[in-house]
């Protein structure tokens, strides 16, 4: 469980919340009355989320919501104050605090899966346009083999030499249309799977987008290289 003690400075008048060994300052300097003493309360962090505030000593005044207290347990709705001015308490401070001192974990293993789904998608996009350069290949054969029965057919055969020229044209022309379509719908698919990939494949702690495969992170890196959350693998 997790302690805080909270007191005035006596030498600059800022808060103290100390956790453990480290003890972070708030407030400006003479931010605290007097009557908030050196040690003049104990917070302990609850499983739960909630908080007992406890005085340690008697001659203390600590307030929960207006109300004097002894030993209360809180929630940050609640407005705790302490000493005679009722300086109030700053949860923001305590959250501070917890952060920097209790390290911080980041499950990284469904990135895993982002990334294996990125790369799917990102084959596939491969695939579909070998297939249809394949096709391409084919069809511009086959209009060139028209356009070329032009000259090779007899002139007795009039009738199939314009039949062939005119296949060819049309297989000639949408291929070209096909191709002006394929060239425009390809990159537009592959922004949006980056930026698919930018808003999923990120730190769940600090959300910054890492820039490389899964295997090639998880070898090279303990903990993520921005906000140092230590690697659940």
Known sequence: MLEIVIGRNAQNGQLNLTMGNKTVPFGGIDSVPRSVSRRHCRVQVLPNGTYTIENLKMEN???VNGSPIFTKTVTTSDVV????????????AIRQLIDQVTPKTADIRPLRRVWMRYEEETNAIQADLAKKNAIRGIAGALGTLGMISVFILPDSLGFF???????GLIITVTMIVVSLNDSKKAPMKRKMLQQKL????VCPCCRKFYTMDYDLLVRQYDQCPYCKAKFIK
């Open 61 to 63: 005044d600590t307030y």
């Open 81 to 92: 104050e302490l000493g005679g001015e009722h300086y109030k308490l700053s949860w923001e």
């Open 161 to 167: 030499r314009f039949f062939f020229m005119g296949i």
């Open 198 to 201: 930018r808003n999923s494949y």
